[in-house]
């Protein structure tokens, strides 16, 4: 099982609740390359009073016979369109836990929907063309967002204090492809590199 090797690179001085703050985060694999599309996800340990709520409305398109986007962050609840805007027909469908779905065959310009209404991972596919794939991944936290090219991502807005920051990413060898680890995140923000490495 990989193990986490958060390592701080930098932080601001000074801790409080109720202040937002930004988390910084970059995201590399054991071979220190940087990871794209790894979810970054934090939440805080003391609830809000007015929680945010990550905004819609959500899509997962079929397009050049792959899903765009590869991954995508929705909040549970969320209602997902999956349009399909090639000239030849997909069945999309999960046999995940969180979510278990199946879009029978349907041709360019149409769309179906899905409601996900537990948090957790759904691996994405079409029953006609097996090299398709993608990922939703829905959490319960507003604080939430994906690495760019670089490994890159920053929440921001997240409230100062205690609380789980949490990677996932489908190559990491771990319980749900994914590591956490309890921080404190001080008023001033908080820089962190995530090794997905053990």
């Known amino acids: 099982m990989a193990m986490a090797m958060l390592a701080a690179i930098g932080a601001a001085t000074g801790a409080g609740t109720g202040h937002a703050a930004a988390l910084d985060v970059t995201v590399r694999g054991a071979d220190g390359h940087p990871v794209a599309d790894a979810v970054v996800?934090?939440?805080a340990a003391r609830a809000a009073s007015d929680p945010?709520?990550?905004p819609g409305?959500?899509?997962m398109t079929q397009h050049n016979i792959a899903f765009v986007p590869h991954v995508l962050i929705v909040p549970v609840g969320a209602n997902v369109a999956f349009p399909n805007l090639d000239l030849v027909r997909h069945h999309v469908y999960s046999f995940s836990k969180?979510?278990?779905f199946e879009l029978k065959l349907y041709g360019k310009d149409q769309t179906r929907?899905?409601?996900f209404d537990k948090p957790g991972v759904v691996a994405i596919g079409c029953n006609i063309h097996d090299a398709m794939s993608g990922y939703i991944i829905v959490v319960e936290t507003p604080y939430a967002g994906k690495t760019d090219a670089a490994g890159h991502v920053v929440l921001s807005g997240v409230p100062a204090?205690?609380?789980t920051l949490a990677v996932w990413h489908p190559s990491i060898r771990g319980a749900g492809n994914s590591l956490a680890q309890t921080i404190t995140l001080p008023a001033g923000g908080l820089a962190r590199t995530v090794s997905t490495g053990g």
């Open 41 to 43: 996800t934090f939440a």
């Open 57 to 59: 409305p959500f899509e």
């Open 113 to 115: 929907s899905v409601l």
């Open 52 to 54: 945010a709520r990550l």
């Open 161 to 163: 204090g205690a609380g």
């Open 98 to 100: 969180t979510k278990r």
